[in-house]
């Protein structure tokens, strides 16, 4: 024998020799038969109403009727159209975003010399000041709305730009929050209309503007 071939029965089937076994199992095997033909006729039933159902609506409700195009040119089915849901007050629903980003506050050294010149801040510390500089400017930056407020720090921000790792001070990370429109604003402003330019870079050369626009103003008073 093969090995690859199904061996034969080595023995006969229980049934085989007793009556009674073999009563029993054509018995199961009816009551199967009479289940799964009692199973059809319920699904056969339950499809007949559904579909006779579906029609009267139809009859019944003459404007849920939708209009398809089949082969044969226009019919009416009676299936009622999907209702979309307004939307009410979209635009006034609709707030314009601000992103969180994580930047380096880094300041140009020449920058951050002219800190000591103001009024104060020998009795203050330099640190100091540059962190209180620092939330003032974060809150500016969340203030910014548009082109129209990037106006004033756009020359010095390409001037940050455009400055070597070496004169700029080491930084240091904090959070900033800046509205989305300003942000690509930012982007076109620097010459990075498809926003290439990773938006840290972008936000922390405007931030480092804002923070320069601030010192001048100290040293004005």
Do not use: C
Not at 109 to 131: K, S
């Amino acid at each position: 024998m093969s090995r690859y071939k199904i061996p034969p029965r080595v023995a006969p089937s229980p049934a085989a020799g007793e009556p009674g076994l073999q009563n029993a199992a054509a018995r199961l095997r009816s009551s199967r038969d009479v289940q799964a033909r009692l199973l059809e006729e319920r699904r056969a039933k339950t499809e007949a109403e559904a579909t006779g159902g579906t029609a009267s609506a139809g009859s019944g409700h003459p404007s849920l009727n939708v209009t398809t195009r089949g082969s044969d040119g226009d019919s009416t089915a009676g299936i009622a159209a999907p209702t979309q849901q307004p939307e009410v007050n979209g635009d006034k629903l609709r707030k314009p975003g601000k992103e969180k980003l994580v930047i380096l506050f880094r300041l140009p050294r020449a920058t951050v010399t002219q800190i000591a010149l103001i009024p104060g801040v020998a009795d203050l510390g330099e640190a100091y000041v540059l962190r209180a500089l620092a939330k003032e400017a974060r809150a500016a930056l969340r203030g910014l709305t548009g082109e129209s407020d990037l106006v004033a720090l756009l020359d010095i921000a390409k001037v940050v730009r455009s400055l070597p790792s070496s004169k700029m001070t080491v930084g240091e990370a904090m959070t900033v929050y800046v509205e989305s429109d300003t942000l690509s604003a930012m982007h076109r402003a620097l010459g990075d209309p498809w926003r290439v330019l990773p938006k840290a870079t972008v936000v922390g050369a405007f931030l480092a503007a804002i923070v320069t626009r601030l010192i001048e103003a100290r040293l004005e008073r």
